[in-house]
């Protein structure tokens, strides 16, 4: 009777736990007013579409019950720049020509334009970074596969797997006349060699920027929640990440069973004003991706 006893105080004790944990993985983060001081970035894993799909969650039915949620979401931020990650209309191999949801979320919002998004042929289309032209001027952008040959277009991952790349692009700010640098990433989910790689090509890649003075973002799917060897190794190359609990990956079932995996870091001369916030909004029960969105608000110097 006491093991039973014992056994059922440590089961209410776990309960009671695993629904605190809970609480903090599911905690709605209503978005502030956006101010005219300071600089709101996103970033928003949108989840592929298969166009040879007719039916399914990730194929052409799927999407037209996802879209309308998605533009609803995306106007909610009211984000000057939204890193974007798998963002593409899968066919086959490499082929970029058809991308729907750039397309669709264009249409719907003519104040966005959209940067690092192709033409396929010469620049990986499936990472753009949207961004406000009212505001944003673009300088320069390119790209980077997570690959022992990293400049070279669709090169395959560090164990051999499909390619995954960061894209970025340099932006002048019309209101400060700030100049920064956005790093758009999505390392891989299942290999710790090709994650830990991409992090650490990532840091070397920023770290010229940074050393020459420029503020720098990364923004993106890390695959890799707050405490991870990856996000870690990005750190240390001189970037800052604030706390996100909230579960920014929900399986497409709303299950929450992890902090974070999409976060923005920052570099040089930029202060966080207000963030992360995890948007974890549904349109009419409908959730638009796997993934939520993440926002922070900026002042760059």
């Known amino acids: ?20 944990w809970q609480g903090v993985l599911w905690s709605p983060q209503p978005l502030p007013e956006r101010s005219a001081e300071t600089l709101r970035i996103a970033s928003w894993n949108v989840h592929y579409i298969w166009l040879g799909q007719s039916e399914g969650r990730w194929g052409l039915a799927g ?10 979401v995306l106007k909610s931020l009211e984000a000057d ?37 192709g033409p396929w042929q010469a620049f990986p289309p499936t990472q753009p970074i949207f961004y406000r032209p009212e505001r944003l001027a673009v300088l320069d952008e390119g790209w980077f596969f997570f690959s022992s040959t990293p400049d070279i ?21 019309a209101q400060t006349g700030a100049v920064f640098r956005v790093i758009n990433v999505h390392f ?20 010229d920027w940074i050393a020459a003075g420029e503020a720098v973002f990364v923004a993106g799917d890390f695959n890799a929640f707050r405490g991870m060897r990856a996000l870690g190794m990005v750190r240390e190359g001189g970037f800052t990440f604030a706390p996100a609990w909230a579960a920014s990956f929900h399986f497409d079932r709303g299950i929450h069973l992890f902090p974070a995996i999409d976060h923005i870091g920052w570099s040089g001369a930029s202060v966080r004003q207000a963030g992360p916030f995890v948007v974890q909004d549904r349109v009419n029960g409908i959730a638009p991706s796997d993934h939520y969105p993440v926002v922070l608000d900026f002042v760059v110097e």
């Open 1 to 20: 009777m006491r093991r039973l006893k014992r056994f059922g105080a440590w089961f209410a004790l776990g309960l009671v736990a695993f629904v605190g």
């Open 63 to 72: 999407w037209e019950a996802r879209k309308a949620p998605m533009d609803a």
């Open 81 to 117: 720049v939204i890193a974007f990650q798998e963002m593409e209309s899968f066919s086959r191999g490499s082929d970029g020509s058809v991308n729907l949801t750039r397309d669709y979320l264009l249409a719907q919002n003519p104040g966005y334009a959209a940067a690092a998004a």
């Open 153 to 173: 277009l669709y090169a395959r991952g560090f164990n051999g797997a499909p390619p995954s790349f960061a894209s970025w692009v340099q932006f002048r700010d």
């Open 188 to 207: 891989d989910a299942l290999s710790l060699r090709n994650r830990q790689g991409a992090a650490r090509l990532t840091a070397e890649r920023a770290g």
